[in-house]
Nanobody, 127 residues
Framework: QVHVAESGGGLVQAGGSLRLSCVTS????????MGWFRQTPGKEREFVAALIWSDSRTFYEYGDSVKGRFTISSGNAKNTVVLEMNSLKPEDTAVYYC??????????????????WGHGTQVTVSS
């Protein structure tokens, strides 16, 4: 069973920064992709960022609302990702979820593209 664990959420003032981390365990092979989504009450889960490993290349994708402010990265192991969030805005307030794909996915911008999810970590940006 794959376990996905997020950490690093919290409260920050507008304009500030936060760093979220995500680690997966329990999979006998590397993840094919890892992503971050966020959700506020009454809304669908929104794509934030993804890191996709394909052959020897790595691809980075971002949602329009965070492009230029957030950065997703990974270490050498394909089971850890970090989301650096800068210039945070009150509208970035949400529960942030990490997800991992255990097979090739072309739908990394949607929740359908991922097999395993964490429980989420709260990010609150005050104005």
């Amino acid at each position: 069973q794959v376990h996905v664990a997020e950490s690093g959420g919290g409260l920050v003032q507008a304009g500030g920064s936060l760093r979220l981390s995500c680690v997966t365990s329990g999979r006998s092979f590397n993840n094919f992709a890892m992503g971050w989504f966020r959700q506020t009450p009454g809304k669908e889960r929104e794509f934030v960022a993804a890191l996709i490993w394909s052959d020897s290349r790595t691809f980075y994708e971002y949602g329009d609302s965070v492009k230029g402010r957030f950065t997703i990265s990974s270490g050498n192991a394909k089971n850890t990702v970090v989301l650096e969030m800068n210039s945070l805005k009150p509208e970035d307030t949400a529960v942030y979820y990490c997800a991992a794909a255990g097979k090739t996915t072309y739908y990394y911008r949607t929740t359908d593209g991922y097999d395993d999810w964490g429980h989420g970590t709260q990010v609150t940006v005050s104005s």
